[in-house]
């Protein structure tokens, strides 16, 4: 495995968070250089994608790389049979970094097991979504002034949602208190529990999305019910509504407040929240440029910092 490889937040240590924080700070200020310059990224998406997809190649376009890869696996040649394995081994012949979201948890995983070209795992199913964590963590870090001892609130789908477990495990560092709201059918998995516990990270769990768990906030993370991961449709018709963020809950929140959301949205969070100056998700997506500038810039050995 290529030790620049980024498949698990648990990949990176303390030190190496900061220094993609730093990294991601100066190219928010200089997100346009040639120092991708004869480098090519490949993108393979085996599941849709927006913003993760588009940044990432923005974040090499802008810094003077090439891109090739799919966006829709179906014009690639995994429709007529051929193994992740033999696909990842083809394109590391022609690349110098993959980036790739898969729906099997651990495919990016073992893609650093077939290959010595560093992966960036961009989302591989309910598991991880590094590169996610690193633009929330860029966006905490600039709306409260730092990232330690914040009470985050994350509502929704904690079951499937790999953004909030990947969060989760990133901020054992800052000391967090998290509130998790969500139905029982999409609780936060025992595993992400026993992880708090045995980081002594404080939590509490309710299914109800009080005022009292929303006026102590400084961070509320919305996440979608994924409608794509449920094998009931039924289930999913039950559960997919039940929190909706609206501006009149945020009456008495903290001045520090910021609601966060990877995004896509659906009915989480109301348009009637979207001009609240409280309303941080579109400037998080923005983030997410600067986040994987600094992602790939490791990956590939490159330290804009040193000049
Ligand atoms: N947040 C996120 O992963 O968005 P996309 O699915 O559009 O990439």
């Not at 948890?105 to 960036?120: F, K, L, W």
């Not at 995004?263 to 994987?292: C, H, M, S, T």
């Amino acid at each position: 495995m290529c030790s620049k490889s980024l498949v698990s937040i648990e990949d990176i240590s303390k030190d190496e968070i900061l220094d993609l924080l730093e990294r991601a700070r100066y190219f928010e200020q200089h997100p346009n250089s040639k120092i991708l310059d004869g480098k090519v990224a490949a993108t393979l998406f085996f599941e849709p994608s927006t913003r993760t997809r588009l940044s990432f190649e923005t974040a090499v376009n802008r810094l003077g790389g090439r891109i090739i890869g799919f966006s829709d696996p179906g014009t690639s040649s995994s429709v007529k049979g051929e193994t992740l394995k033999d696909t990842i081994k083809m394109v590391s012949n022609y690349t110098d970094i993959i980036i790739m979201r898969h729906f099997l948890e651990g495919a990016a995983r073992y893609a650093t097991e077939v290959t010595d070209v560093p992966i960036i795992n961009a989302g591989d199913g309910a598991n991880q979504h590094p590169s996610q964590t690193m633009l929330d963590l860029y966006s905490i870090m600039k709306t409260q002034g730092g990232l330690e001892n914040l009470t985050i609130t994350m509502v929704g789908d904690l079951k499937y949602g790999r953004t909030v477990h990947s969060l989760l495990m990133a901020m054992k560092y800052f000391n967090p208190r998290f509130i998790f709201v969500a139905s029982k059918e999409l609780a936060m998995p025992q595993e992400y529990k026993d992880f708090c516990r045995a980081e002594g990270i404080e939590y509490i769990e309710t299914e109800d999305f009080s005022p009292e768990v929303i006026n102590q906030s400084d961070i509320i993370y919305m996440t979608r019910v994924q409608r794509e991961r449920f094998t009931d449709p039924m289930e999913y018709e039950r559960v997919k509504d039940l929190y909706t963020l609206h501006n009149a809950m945020l009456e008495g929140s903290k001045p520090n407040l910021r609601i966060l959301h990877p995004l896509p949205r659906v009915n989480e969070i109301d348009r009637d929240v979207d001009d609240n100056p409280k309303a941080y998700y579109f400037d998080q997506a923005r983030n997410g440029l600067f986040a994987r500038q600094a992602i790939i810039t490791r990956a590939l050995g490159i330290n804009p910092l040193e000049k």
